[in-house]
């Protein structure tokens, strides 16, 4: 794998850890949320608190899943190629995958700046200033933007270069071990 595609995967993976970091934390703020529940108490706001865990950590979560193959690709023709053939449809995907990245963070940033102009808040009774939770989440959704444009650029440069064995490390599907 490339020097730059190497990375990102280890920019990818340390944020990784700090999504998987944030889930834990919220999966103890809900565990007390229930204690406190029984006991006749309330933390109150974790339903939304953990909506907005969600969102977040899923944009940024979507870029690990990228560096490391784990999108779903139904891959039952491309196995069937040779090199040059699995390298085209990776390139295809890729590129699929970085439009539609794109798109997400371009249309997301519409919904923040809108957000960020009116001074939009939850209908809850944290009343959650909107930009902060939309923030995170299009600050994510441009991530992953970014991580799928330099793969796709790493690719092809490869591919250009006719080495399609690194394509496939970079942007191939992982199959089933």
């Known amino acids: ?3 730059l595609a190497t990375q990102l995967r280890r920019i990818n ?3 990784a850890i700090v999504v998987g970091l944030v889930l834990l934390a919220c999966v103890v703020f809900t565990l007390v949320e229930i204690i406190a529940r029984r ?3 309330s933390l109150g706001g974790v ?3 953990s ?3 969600m969102a977040v950590t899923t944009s940024w979560g979507i870029s690990y899943a990228l560096t490391e193959q784990a999108h779903v690709r139904i891959d039952l023709l491309r196995q069937r190629l040779v090199p040059l053939g699995r390298a085209v449809f ?3 995907s890729l590129l699929c995958l970085s439009g539609t990245a794109i798109v997400v963070a371009w249309r997301g940033w519409g919904v ?3 957000t960020l102009s009116t001074g939009a808040r939850a209908n809850t009774p944290l009343e959650t200033p909107l930009w902060i939770p939309q923030l995170l989440w299009w600050a994510g959704w441009v991530w992953f933007a970014v991580s799928a444009c330099i793969l796709l650029l790493t690719v092809l440069v490869k591919f250009a270069s006719s080495d399609y064995k690194s394509v496939d490390s970079i942007a191939g599907a992982r199959g089933e071990a």
């Open 1 to 3: 794998m490339t020097s």
């Open 90 to 92: 990776d390139i295809l």
């Open 112 to 114: 923040l700046e809108k």
């Open 13 to 15: 993976d340390r944020l």
């Open 47 to 49: 339903d939304e608190i």
């Open 51 to 53: 909506g907005y865990v």
């Open 39 to 41: 006991l006749g108490g």
